[in-house]
């Protein structure tokens, strides 16, 4: 018997603006039951999600009572070297709101882009280098710096249209809520959980049959948390073997699930 009762997998974009119908937002839900299915969005004109939508639809599904673990691709923190450039408490929650006060991509007409460009926010005054990275990012091996822009499998334009969205599941759900590992590595029993992944740790291990490559990943992080915890794994990698001094560097920068 799992720890949990549900599993999603969110494959995510950070194209366009937070109202935009982006077809490279993808959803699959799963339980101790069932194989990952698709979730579309609600209906509306719109065909596909879009950020702001999955982002009101996770609140609703996870203010529910029974757990359930999310897994979304993009980065949940920055490098420790950004927190020692601008000055900032190597504290999580803190840096959602300094980040949200910079670069707000949650806007209804804001591009990633025009933070970059100036025309909105002050992106300028939080930025980063592609050269830093996290020590999870160094360990997954071939996961690029959240902030390398603009080149193919990049996750920082993702991570940058993403992080506001983590700030309002936050401030929507609370202790309802357990963003692993900011809030600590153990997670209380019956709370759901929301966690890092990295589709391409194991999107060869499932059979990709007719699903587009954005399908195929949020199908593969639904199937693997369903997968884990069925066989007891997810317990070993919720808790990954490091020492102290990494393991409180990993509550700042973040940590990809799946990731030893």
Avoid at 176 to 200: C, K, L, Q
């Amino acid at each position: 018997m799992g720890q949990f009762a549900k599993y999603i997998g969110v494959d995510y974009s950070g194209a366009e603006t937070p109202t935009s119908s982006l077809k490279g937002l993808r959803v699959y839900v799963s339980d101790q039951e069932a194989l990952p299915a698709e979730v579309p969005p609600p209906p509306s004109p719109r065909k596909y999600w879009t950020r702001r939508g999955i982002a009101e639809w996770l609140a609703t599904w996870l203010s529910r009572s029974e757990p359930t673990i999310v897994g979304i691709d993009h980065g949940f923190s920055f490098p420790l070297r950004y927190f020692e450039v601008h000055h900032l408490a190597p504290d999580w929650p803190k840096f959602l709101e300094d980040f949200w006060r910079h670069w707000p991509t949650d806007g209804d007409n804001t591009y990633v882009d025009f933070v970059r460009d100036g025309l909105c926010g002050n992106g300028a005054a939080r930025s980063g280098s592609a050269r830093w990275r996290r020590m999870t990012e160094e360990r997954a091996g071939s996961a690029k710096s959240v902030f390398h822009f603009d080149v193919p499998g990049a996750v920082a334009k993702s991570t940058h249209a993403g992080l506001p969205w983590l700030r309002f599941l936050r401030k929507k759900l609370g202790a309802r809520i357990h963003f692993w590992p900011f809030d600590g590595w153990a997670i209380p029993p019956g709370r759901s959980v929301i966690a890092e992944v990295y589709p391409a740790l194991w999107n060869r291990g499932f059979r990709r049959e007719n699903r587009t490559p954005d399908q195929h990943d949020a199908y593969t992080v639904a199937a693997w948390l369903r997968q884990a915890d069925s066989d007891g794994r997810l317990i070993d990698f919720l808790k990954p073997s490091l020492t102290p001094a990494e393991r409180a560097l990993a509550q700042v920068e973040g940590w990809i699930l799946g990731v030893r």
